[in-house]
């Protein structure tokens, strides 16, 4: 029998960004993370995500650090490696539509500062969403990656995701991403939705999925086999759970088969021996709940992803509902099927999760609907792949016209009034891309940044040090 010929996956190890944003609220530090650069630098990922998401608001709202200084810390770091950011589309890492103008400065300042790769997402899968993103990756030379945001239901079938596949490579993607959040991505279909999409388009195909449901080193694994030319995994601390597969895990489950990654296992050893105490630390503190480390298999009768699910209990918590739980979870699948069937990701989690605590508390069905429930239902989000429920969305905005063109295009340029706004407190041209996301936390963190400074700079005077915080 010939020799089966070789095709290494690739591997985009996640500790930096999505392991510890699913596993520890995205609370890990740069501290944390500086130490441990130079040897993942040895290892040959294909890439290392380590920005966007939520880190971006986690390290302004909880670290008081400056992301866009970790990101050029990171880089400087990374010297052989490619460096891979998360980035919502028109939302940006934010929460709701920006205009157009700071979705290309962002893109512009994320290349400048570092990012090689933007695996750029709508949470709705309405590629109108994603058109400037791109352009803007494609025009400063930086690696366009399109994820299609996968999820369950009756508009998506094989053919959707195909479709959109296509679509995605005539609109310039370099790559294309399977971003499965919830880990619903069962094996046997990853073998059909990625030999799908494998023989539709000629961009390689990466695939993002989460150990919620306890099928992702199984689905890797067909994926591969299929086609799949790229995966993302988490060291091992870091892995599981609500996080992905282990990359030692993966690495050697390939290991000698015509998809040897060739990765060094002695060297991820003491990577992950870097990163097991701070787990441990996490652990200790709490931080890292040991709930969200097993098999939760209600993903996939609920379809919520783990993040989603941590935020319920919160919010239930904080209503001393928490008996509603089930009830909760039993609403969200029908508030989404009112909405238009959207995938499950921030912001439509959000959106769809806040909507449904409300439908159960209120003791009554849209009695009280939230501005973005009202923002999502009037289209200002963009277009979802099944309609809305008429009634539903006649009860949310009245007589108001719905929006049908790309939401973006009603936006005019803001950044000239965002940097206004936030002239006394710029320090950097980037300053004013955070203060363009959050506001209200930017302010806070330029207050904190201003009186450290202050501290650093009376100190330094006493002690004649040179060293100055930049
Ligand atoms: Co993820």
């Known amino acids: 029998m010939a020799e089966q010929a070789k095709r290494p996956v690739k591997i985009t190890e996640t500790v930096l960004r999505d392991a510890h944003q699913s596993l520890i609220a995205t609370r890990m530090t740069t501290e944390q993370m500086l130490p441990i650069i130079e040897k993942m630098d040895k290892v040959g990922y294909h890439a290392v995500e380590c920005w966007g998401g939520a880190t971006f608001d986690a390290s302004l709202r909880f670290l008081k650090e400056d992301p866009w200084e970790r990101l050029r810390k990171l880089r400087a770091g990374f010297k052989n490696t490619k460096l891979q950011m998360l980035f919502r589309g028109q939302n940006i890492l934010g929460y709701?539509?920006?205009?157009?103008?700071?979705?290309?400065?962002?893109?512009?300042?994320?290349?400048?500062?570092?990012?090689?790769?933007?695996?750029?997402?709508?949470?709705?899968?309405?590629?109108?969403?994603?058109?400037?993103?791109?352009?803007?990756?494609?025009?400063?030379?930086?690696?366009?990656?399109?994820?299609?945001?996968?999820?369950?239901?009756?508009?998506?079938?094989?053919?959707?995701?195909?479709?959109?596949?296509?679509?995605?490579?005539?609109?310039?993607?370099?790559?294309?991403?399977?971003?499965?959040?919830?880990?619903?991505?069962?094996?046997?279909?990853?073998?059909?939705?990625?030999?799908?999409?494998?023989?539709?388009?000629?961009?390689?195909?990466?695939?993002?999925?989460?150990?919620?449901?306890?099928?992702?080193?199984?689905?890797?694994?067909?994926?591969?086999?299929?086609?799949?030319?790229?995966?993302d995994t988490a060291m091992s601390p870091f892995a599981m759970g609500t996080s992905q597969p282990a990359t030692e895990v993966m690495v050697e489950t390939f290991k000698g088969t015509p998809y040897d990654t060739g990765l060094d296992q002695d060297l991820l050893a003491e990577i992950a021996d870097y990163f097991r105490p701070i787990q441990e630390e996490c652990l200790k503190s709490g931080l890292l709940n040991p709930k969200v480390m097993g098999v939760n298999i209600k993903t996939l009768l609920y379809q919520v992803p783990g993040g989603m699910l941590s935020n319920l209990v919160s919010q239930l918590k904080e209503q001393k509902a928490e008996d509603k739980y089930y009830d909760v979870l039993k609403e969200i699948p029908r508030v989404r099927k009112d909405f238009g069937e959207p995938p499950l990701v921030t912001p439509s989690s959000q959106i769809v999760g806040t909507q449904a605590v409300l439908n159960v508390l209120a003791g009554e069905r849209y009695k009280m609907i939230t501005k973005e429930s009202k923002a999502i239902l009037r289209g200002e989000y963009g277009r979802t792949a099944m309609p809305f429920n008429p009634e539903v969305q006649k009860k949310a905005i009245g007589d108001d016209q719905p929006i049908t063109c790309r939401p973006a295009d009603l936006l005019k340029p803001e950044l000239k009034t965002i940097e206004k706004e936030m002239e006394q407190w710029k320090q950097q041209d980037e300053d004013v891309l955070t203060y363009a996301l959050f506001p209200q936390v930017a302010t806070e963190f330029f207050k904190y940044r201003q009186a450290q400074q202050t501290k650093v700079d009376v100190s330094a005077a006493d002690t004649k040090n040179k060293a100055y915080p930049v």
């Not at 959707?160 to 880990?183: L, R, T």
């Not at 099928?215 to 994926?223: D, E, F, I, R, S």
Request: overall charge negative; some cysteine.
């Open 96 to 231: 709701r539509h920006y205009a157009d103008d700071v979705v290309e400065y962002f893109v512009q300042k994320s290349i400048a500062n570092g990012i090689d790769i933007i695996r750029i997402f709508d949470a709705l899968n309405d590629l109108r969403n994603l058109e400037c993103a791109v352009k803007a990756a494609n025009k400063e030379k930086g690696h366009a990656q399109i994820a299609l945001s996968y999820t369950l239901g009756d508009a998506y079938t094989i053919d959707y995701y195909v479709k959109m596949a296509k679509q995605v490579e005539e609109m310039g993607a370099d790559s294309i991403c399977i971003k499965d959040m919830a880990g619903l991505l069962v094996p046997y279909e990853a073998t059909n939705l990625v030999t799908a999409i494998k023989s539709a388009v000629k961009i390689p195909v990466d695939l993002h999925t989460h150990y919620t449901s306890g099928v992702a080193g199984m689905t890797y694994l067909k994926a591969v086999e299929a086609g799949c030319d790229i995966i």
